[in-house]
């Protein structure tokens, strides 16, 4: 198998992981949906109904799972099969970086990515409604008066502080999804290839932008390539 065929199978496993993460991003909106839908219903509660807990713990139990959920589905995505997927990536762009014949599909993604790759604009898909959700918990601290804050087995005060530690759960479950998406990019995986002009590709800067405009530049076809190197 020639350099061009190699070239060719790693847009096989892109696909693959690719459309691995698409399913893991429907699942992520269906449970947003989901957890939303479950809210909305329990404000709907009359405030005077007996629960064993109060409404407002509830809402905010739900925004937790909803949170963590969420947190789970961007490990899957972004920590297991984005890096993944980057593995074969940042080889096929090596190979475009090495030889002008191939063409330069990796090369103007990263690009039109500023060198910076797409994963941190994926990462607002799960982080924004997850402060939505401690939003929402939040809300049920200062309205659980309208939303029932009494229950047979919880007092109005330890309602508060469940309320208050669920928050802070939901708190530190973003922070932390917020803190790891640097770790996300393709910067480590380039740098494991030894070659500092390739691995400068990936800084994010004008520099960087540049050395990916000129490896676009000086493309040829892989045609004329091949038939060159037949004469």
Not at 61 to 71: R, W
Not at 104 to 112: D, G, L, Q, W
Request: glycine fraction near 6%; charge should be neutral.
């Amino acid at each position: 198998m020639n350099e061009i065929d190699q070239y060719w199978k790693f847009a096989e496993s892109e696909q693959h992981f690719n459309e691995t993460q698409a399913g893991i991003r429907n699942h992520a909106a269906t449970w947003m949906l989901a957890a939303f839908a479950a809210i909305a219903l329990l404000l709907k509660t009359e405030k005077d109904a007996q629960w064993m807990v109060s409404p407002a713990v509830l809402v905010a139990v739900v925004a937790l799972m909803a949170t963590i959920g969420l947190m789970v589905l961007w490990i899957n995505d972004q920590l297991v099969y984005q890096r993944l997927l980057d593995c074969g990536f940042i080889i096929a762009l090596k190979m475009e970086y090495d030889n002008p014949g191939l063409p330069p599909i990796r090369t103007m993604m990263m690009y039109a990515a500023e060198g910076k790759g797409m994963s941190r604009w994926m990462t607002y898909f799960y982080t924004i409604p997850m402060w939505g959700f401690l939003a929402v918990s939040v809300a049920a601290i200062f309205l659980r008066q309208s939303i029932g804050s009494t229950s047979k087995g919880m007092s109005e005060d330890q309602s508060l502080v469940v309320l208050v530690a669920l928050c802070v759960g939901q708190l530190v479950a973003t922070l932390w999804v917020h803190r790891k998406k640097a770790e996300v990019g393709a910067t480590e995986r380039a740098r494991q290839l030894g070659n500092k002009d390739f691995e400068a590709m990936f800084e994010g800067t004008d520099d960087a932008r540049e050395r990916l405009a000129k490896v676009i530049k000086r493309n040829r076809p892989a045609q004329a390539a091949v038939g060159g190197n037949a004469q």
